[in-house]
């Protein structure tokens, strides 16, 4: 299983959070990423779940767009900045096909930093915006691994673009 984490692109600063909208410049960059990209990466992704905040349902829709994928998109509670990553990690033990989360910091890095360091504390990766991060499951959660065993595969950050 594969788990790609994509932050929102860039987001004006002027209206309330929840309805903020992606600038051109966002825009511009995501688009960069998406040109870097494989579609057929994605084939296994049964569906792209991202935040219901307007930044990262503009960010879904574009990045869907621009790699004309085929995959539904779907507004997922708990994706939010504030939202406990940790929720997510029962659904990702007992799930076999490939997921897209498109979100925000700092929920994605938390979750990211869980996955790999077994561990609460955080601090290993660092989102920037339109950051896209793939990471593999190796085994599933055990005792010894509670969260299972995942390797970072790749991490994609705009300032290489």
């Known amino acids: 299983m594969r788990l790609y984490l994509l932050r929102h692109a860039e987001a004006e600063n002027t ?3 929840e309805t903020r909208e992606l600038t051109a410049k966002g ?3 995501l688009r960069k990423l998406c040109q870097t990209l494989k579609p057929e990466e994605f084939d296994g992704v049964r569906k792209l779940c991202h935040s219901p905040l307007t930044r990262a349902v503009q960010t879904a ?3 869907k767009d621009f790699l004309k994928l085929s995959q539904p998109l779907q507004e997922r509670a ?3 900045p504030e939202d406990n990553p940790f929720v997510w990690l029962r659904e990702l033990a007992e799930d076999e096909d490939d997921l897209m989360f498109i979100g925000h910091n700092p929920h994605l890095s938390i979750l990211a930093d869980a996955l790999m ?3 609460r504390e ?3 990766i660092t989102f920037r915006k339109a950051g896209l991060l793939c990471l593999r499951r190796l085994c599933p959660p055990s005792r010894a691994l ?4 995942w390797t970072l595969e790749w991490f994609i950050v705009p ?3």
């Open 15 to 17: 209206a309330p959070d």
């Open 27 to 29: 825009e511009k960059t």
């Open 61 to 63: 829709r574009l990045f």
């Open 78 to 80: 708990g994706l939010r």
């Open 117 to 119: 360091l077994q561990s």
């Open 122 to 124: 955080g601090g290993l």
């Open 146 to 149: 509670p969260y299972g065993e």
């Open 159 to 161: 300032r290489v673009l």
